[in-house]
């Protein structure tokens, strides 16, 4: 099993920047598929950007050019840089991780590890 944190959320304007971090402990993110998710209160979660285990990345189309996933193995956590923030963009923001190779897409099933989320505001 793994932990995980994030950390690096706060209140910006529109137009501004954020880089979320996600560390992990009890295993290797190397060993893992990892993902960044987003709910706002009333409102579904949904998947903003992933790293499949076998090595691709997924970008939610209303982040891809804005946001860059990556990850830093030596120090076993994942980023999300977020530029060009919008208001819509308000959410909390968590990661997740899995077992998995692969990945289909952003599904929110399929997830086994969940950190305790980190609030980024977006004002205009």
């Known amino acids: 099993q793994v932990q995980l944190v994030e950390s690096g959320g706060g209140s910006v304007q529109a137009g501004g920047s954020l880089r979320l971090s996600c560390a992990a402990s009890?295993?290797?993110?190397?060993?893992?598929?990892v993902g960044w998710f987003r709910q706002a209160p009333g409102k579904e979660r949904e998947g903003v950007a992933a790293?499949?285990?076998?090595?691709?990345?997924v970008y939610a189309d209303s982040v891809k050019g804005r946001f860059t996933i990556s990850k830093d193995n030596a120090k076993n956590t994942l980023y999300l840089q977020m530029n060009s923030l919008k208001p819509e963009d308000t959410a909390m923001y968590y990661c997740?991780?899995?077992?998995?190779?692969?990945?289909?897409?952003?599904?929110?099933?399929?997830?086994?590890?969940w950190g305790q989320g980190t609030q980024v505001t977006v004002s205009s």
């Open positions: 997740a991780a899995d077992d998995r190779w692969y990945l289909s897409g952003l599904a929110r099933t399929g997830w086994s590890y």
């Open positions: 009890g295993d290797s993110l190397s060993r893992k598929s």
């Open positions: 790293i499949a285990r076998i090595g691709n990345t």
